[in-house]
């Protein structure tokens, strides 16, 4: 057993697995790979992406990290142990879990003696056996285990000499975690110290009696059911776990997993343990957007750390003396956690954000001439009429362009009708959209139908520029997300669009708001439309100074 | 100093000061009124009711409650410290709090040295006399004092000694409760425990020295910057608080404050100590529902103990066991808080959880009957199509009596055209709906426009209805969400639309799927009104039996 000298952390993420069990939560295989690959440059070292045994369309997830694998982080798959009266090795759950043909595997097998007797309706002797055989199995297979002791901190409360027996077995099969799970998320901090103190006491003096080979350390992983998932994790860390499990916002069943979003700034900022590096943490905020944005719930403005409020100010003393030391009326410098503080007043400047963000479209903005507070301005009231462009960034490249003067025209959509008929009864409703469109000062005119209305204008919109632009054939929208801005309003409030663009290895996405569905729609095919045709001239651009 | 040998504690509710500090959330007199007395009848003893020398309209709100009192909790006006260099008698904010009429006072004053001298920019000794003259001069008016230090963690940790000082004034002047504000928000549990356990000692050495009359008793007052409000409050209240401070649902600025609807199932139910009546706690999530909709901000569906997903179960084998024991995937009974268990409807759906199901809308179901199966054949098939009834319960019960040939037939849709048309350049599209409806075998047909295709469909569908159906007019629709279900292809994707509605107090909520957005809307606003109208009659039925 291993106390922390370091102060080093492991990470573990579950957003992808225990994350999506979140009620009105789901994710498609892309949405997976899309979040995966954000984890992974925040730099979390584990990322659980699911179970393929329970769940067959995540082995294609496995798959396709396999062909194009995460820069640093290991992502593991995550099985239960073997059923009762099986062998590991015929166990179909089992080989789901081999052909993820992930390193690490996450087992999850039961603490609990009652979960056994009335759950599972086995022995409590079989239940070794199943923990046992399988770590062994997997760890016969070249796999490195993560076991996850469901219910731990009830089963041990319960019959703390089973509990025990269950991470022995999992300790001499091999198992080189053992992650406690407060699976009903009843536990509270006392305990949570308590408890983990105590185990650890008992695991040093069983590895040293025994001589074992595999040290291991220890998980927490808790839930939110008494408001408590993360001191519970913290309190854990402080008794001596060195993996932290948790999700990205919080995101779990019921009330939610352990959020990492406040985890890691308490355990690095506050108590000194080091999770990720520094300039990892500056991206939390905008990775816990990116996550709400591409999972499609609304971010809580309230959260802490990263929540649009969590800095904001309000009244006048107050402010003046939070500008004039923040220290007055903040726990952290917002800055510390890529956020922003927000005089709730008066508009507070994001410049820097600005030039930072048109940095990484290759642009130099200089700060002092005025194109950047214009920038800045529009953008400001842009996000008061609800577009985002954290997740649009092409809409954002555009309306830069369009600052400086150097947006390119290269179509004007002039105005676009939509008919719907639904007849009771009949199969489909068609759609049907025409399209009045300026290329060169020449109008166009076009109609389309398609299997809803936002496809009609869309084919119609392509009908019109293909001449043009036959480059536009190629072009594919891959994804279409839509978010009602305030919900309260009914069938009347605001809607803002993302579309998701492709052309081959190139993504792109942008944004459109307002009232009518259909015209925040239009509003984003045709900026996706735009950008990519941008991008194609940008390209042929460079190939022409290359040749 | 008393210790807390009774396990009594003293809940101190802030939501109509602290509480309406939450960005969005604004409260007119009569609200503030409805508040108070429900949280009267929750047994809460103390009840800050506003700052009547910062915002005069409160005052109009004592007086009402002046004139008409509250059952059994004291209602406290809260105030600052007298300002540097004048005499608290002459301080228009304290006479104020004098016309508000109340027994009891809550004074909040600095304890960090920093604050006094950069924030309020006077002398260490001037803000101990502020202190000490605002509570001598309402003690000699007859008042009772509590007083919030605010600042407390930060103070004590950067100058002790004079914190202490600032807490010795307040006692010495005849304040009975001291109470710690973690008024930033950063405080950790363990650093809680430490310095309420170090200061609870020192008061209590001060006073036994100096013989004093009143001996002070401790609260805490917490908020969640850090996602530990709740945590550092049990962990005061473990050192010695016996006051806790909160507000329903954790409203609060900036990241909210501790929440008290997960304070006091905690402390009562898992800590035994003594909050509130028992019958008073069974009606917590009710008191928590109540309160969100006077404020008008919609529940956190995912709130610790009183959130509708609080105790939300999936998964066949898991729904069998809990219905079995409940111990085994439950921290408490729902029960005990006023909560329900509900069995959520998902894929992963089998028979037990249709039948639970049934069994919530007051349906027994035989299991070995063929319409149970039916229902869950026909829920897969939706499901499939990409129908999803998590969340949308109103429409499965639809499906359910559909099943049963029991489903009412309040009208029949034949048919809609929506019909949108933007010109560039033009402010607002509107949308054209036109409908044909059938009720009791006769046609209507009805037009409407609105600043979307939705809304168009929703009034048209109104129109067509309201003569039939006066009760229509008080359904309201509050939400509005969108999904696209196959991203990868694009605006041909399918969509699935959820509309929750309203009428009152009851809420429920319908969904559609197609891969037109407008069909989608419309089924889902066909069934919100269909279920409305069902509730309407089944509520007329129950009156016709009971009168």
């Known amino acids: 057993m291993t106390t922390n000298p370091s102060n080093q952390l492991w990470l573990y993420d579950t957003t992808l697995r225990d994350g999506t ?30 179970w393929p045994g329970a769940n067959p369309k995540d082995v294609q997830f496995f798959w396709q990290l396999q062909e194009d694998p995460l820069e640093q982080a290991e992502i593991v798959a995550f099985c239960s142990t073997r059923r009762p009266n099986t062998n590991a090795a015929d166990e179909p759950m089992l080989q789901a879990i081999l052909a993820a043909g992930t390193r690490w595997v996450t087992i999850f097998g039961k603490s609990w003696d009652l979960h056994v007797t009335t759950g599972l309706k086995t022995s409590l002797e079989e239940n070794l056996a199943m923990i046992r055989d399988t770590v062994e199995y997997l760890r016969s297979q070249g796999r490195r285990i993560i076991y996850d002791a469901e219910h731990w901190f009830d089963g041990y409360k319960h019959n703390p000499d089973y509990a025990l027996q269950t991470l022995e077995a999992a300790v ?61 994790a913290i309190a854990a860390v402080m008794a001596g776990a060195t993996m932290v499990q948790g999700t990205i916002n919080g995101y779990g069943e019921r009330c939610g997993n352990a959020n990492l979003c406040s985890l890691i700034p308490n355990l690095q900022l506050k108590l000194g343990y080091s999770c990720i590096g520094e300039h990892q943490l500056l991206q939390l905020t905008e990775a816990s957007r990116f996550v709400s944005e591409v999972v499609n719930l609304a971010p809580d403005e309230h959260a802490p750390f990263v929540g649009r409020s969590a800095f904001a100010h309000k009244g006048g003393i107050h402010v003046s003396a939070v500008e004039r030391n923040p220290l007055t009326y903040e726990h952290i410098q917002p800055e510390q956690v890529g956020n922003l503080r927000r005089i709730v007043i008066s508009e507070q400047s994001g410049l820097s954000n600005v030039l930072a963000k048109a940095r ?96 009609a204008l869309d084919a119609a919109l392509r009908k019109a520029l293909v001449n043009f632009y036959p480059q536009l054939a190629a072009f594919e929208l891959t994804d279409y997300k839509v978010r009602i801005l305030n919900g309260h309003t009914g069938t009347a409030a605001k809607t803002r669009v993302l579309v998701e663009s492709r052309s081959g290895q190139l993504r792109w996405t942008t944004v459109g708001v307002s009232t009518n569905i259909l015209e925040a729609s239009y509003q984003a095919v045709v900026e996706g439309l735009e950008y990519g045709l941008l991008l194609h001239s940008q390209a042929e651009a460079a190939l022409r100074v290359s040749s």
């Not at 892309?30 to 584990?46: S, Y």
């Not at 110290?193 to 220890?218: K, Y």
């Not at 005025?370 to 920038?375: G, L, W, Y």
């Not at 049907?432 to 060169?440: D, M, P």
């Open 21 to 50: 069990q979140r009620e009105g939560l789901s994710v498609s295989i892309e949405d997976k790979l899309r979040i995966a690959r954000r984890l992974d440059k925040l730099g979390i070292p584990f990322i659980e992406g699911g």
């Open 172 to 232: 001499a099969a091999g198992a080189e975690w053992l992650v406690f799970c407060d699976t009903n998320g009843g536990t509270l901090p006392q305990e949570v110290t308590q408890i983990v103190e105590s185990v650890i006491g008992h695991l040093s003096s069983m590895t040293n009696d025994q001589q074992q080979r595999t040290i291991p350390q220890i998980g927490i992983h808790t839930h939110n059911d008494s408001d408590l998932a993360v001191a519970n």
């Open 360 to 455: 990484t479209f290759g642009i130099e903005l200089d700060k002092d001439k005025p194109e950047a507070r214009q920038i800045l301005q529009r953008m400001k009231d842009l996000e008061s009429e609800g577009y985002q462009f954290e997740a649009a960034e092409a809409s954002f490249a555009l309306l830069m362009y369009e600052a400086l003067a150097s947006r390119q025209l290269f179509f004007e959509v002039k105005g676009f009708q939509v008919h719907c008929d639904l007849i009771e009864g009949k199969e489909s409703t068609n759609a049907l959209a025409t399209i009045k469109v300026a290329v060169n000062g020449q109008n166009i005119l076009a109609a389309a139908e398609g299997n809803g209305p936002v496809a």
